[in-house]
């Protein structure tokens, strides 16, 4: 098993940000969200990822992001919408470039033993006011969050 790496496929809009597809992953109830551990930062952050060109769609793209990020199989239960980036410029670098995201509601069906990135990633179910606080510091992450129809 083995995550995509690089961004010789990326896709990219027409002003030149990256666009990246993710995933909002609820439980069956609605009370809880699937968090994962940022590779850089090791903050928790929402599974996402670049867009790529053999991808027809940003759902399966989105898909993909979360089997390889946080291991689960998902099912679309909501577009979400797209959010514009939110970062400042001091913020942005070479590796986190400006981006576009497009987000999608999930329900989880599967919550796998083994996926690609499990080395690198944990992963952590919890309820609304903890993953607020978890994503305050990337304001898309939390807007995407405040999208979803998560239990408040």
């Known amino acids: 098993m083995t995550s995509r790496t690089g961004r010789e496929k990326q896709r990219y809009g027409t002003q030149g940000e990256r666009l990246v597809a993710g995933v909002v992953p609820l439980s069956t ?3 809880q969200v699937l968090l994962i551990q940022s590779t850089k930062r090791g903050g928790w952050i ?4 670049g867009w790529e060109t053999d991808e027809a769609s940003a759902e399966e793209a989105a898909k993909r992001e979360a089997w390889e990020e946080a291991g689960i199989v998902c099912a679309i239960t909501k577009d979400l919408g797209t959010i514009t980036e939110l970062r400042t410029a001091s913020e942005l670098t070479a590796q986190a470039p400006k981006a576009l995201y497009q987000f999608y509601e999930v329900s989880v069906e599967k919550e796998e033993d083994e996926w690609p ?14 993953a607020r606080e978890k994503l305050a510091p990337r304001p898309e992450l939390a807007e995407a969050l405040e999208r979803s129809a998560i239990v408040r």
Request: hydrophobic share 35%; net charge positive; aromatic share 10%.
């Open 117 to 130: 990135e499990m080395h690198k990633r944990a992963r952590q179910w919890m309820g609304y006011a903890a």
């Open 46 to 49: 929402l599974p996402k990822g």
């Open 29 to 31: 109830d609605k009370t």
